[in-house]
């Protein structure tokens, strides 16, 4: 019983440290936040903090790991569905990561300079791994149910899964790439647009299904994304 009230008081201070880092960062900035001030804030001591986080950089690698184990029973609860098709269930899938980080674009917003900056390139790597090993079993799953439905051809649907997980970080830089410019402009949403269609074209290719099988971002959705960081810009 000791053991499980240690692991419980555990687990909430560290999300309490984790809560505070994010509404630093969304607030001030992840350069600006500083350690003392979130020790300040939770009234624990810098060895308390440093027993859960070594690092600036691992604080900011949990917080978005911790998006990540926040979306995990939705996309369970998808991949287990007796009741959805392969195809369903693939889009299903993409929309619930879409939409989760629609839930948190305003961490997304604060974060995206200091991610993609040269100095957190190790950290940056470390979380695409721990994607591919989050990410590949469920997809994989998903395709091979497509396969034995017949409605996906490819041969090789663990290799698929990860193929498909290296899209999505491609789509992802070449969003980021965007969005951190300094003005957004129509232009922007139409190479956005080709750039989600060419994703989507791809990834269909990679499962052997007809063009148009899996739908993509809507312009409006993909609006959100340029239009919020233009008044982001401007608060």
Not at 72 to 99: C, N, Y
Not at 165 to 170: K, Q
Request: aromatic share 6%.
């Amino acid at each position: 019983m000791a053991r499980i009230i240690n692991e419980v008081a555990h687990a909430a201070r560290r999300n309490a440290i984790l809560d505070a880092a994010q509404r630093a960062v969304e607030t001030i900035g992840y350069e600006q936040m500083a350690i003392a001030t979130l020790l300040s804030e939770l009234q624990i001591s810098s060895g308390a903090f440093y027993h859960y986080f070594d690092s600036k950089p691992a604080l900011l690698l949990a917080l978005v790991e911790r998006i990540g184990d926040q979306v995990e029973p939705l996309v369970l609860s998808i991949v287990h569905d007796p009741t959805l098709g392969a195809i369903d269930k693939l889009q299903h899938f993409f929309v619930a990561l879409d939409h989760r980080k629609l839930d948190h674009k305003r961490f997304v917003f604060a974060y995206l300079r200091i991610w993609y900056s040269d100095e957190n390139a190790i950290v940056r790597h470390k979380l695409h791994i721990a994607q591919v090993k989050r990410l590949t079993p469920w997809l994989e799953a998903i395709i091979l149910q497509g396969t034995r439905e017949g409605v996906l051809t490819t041969p090789y649907p663990d290799q698929a899964a990860r193929v498909i997980i290296s899209l999505f970080e491609d789509l992802g830089n070449a969003t980021a790439e965007l969005l951190l410019s300094t003005n957004t402009t129509q232009d922007d949403l139409l190479r956005l647009e080709r750039i989600v269609a060419a994703t989507t074209d791809a990834i269909e290719r990679v499962l052997g299904i007809p063009a148009g099988c899996l739908s993509h971002t809507s312009r409006a959705e993909l609006s959100q994304w340029l239009g919020s960081e233009t008044s982001h810009e401007e608060e």
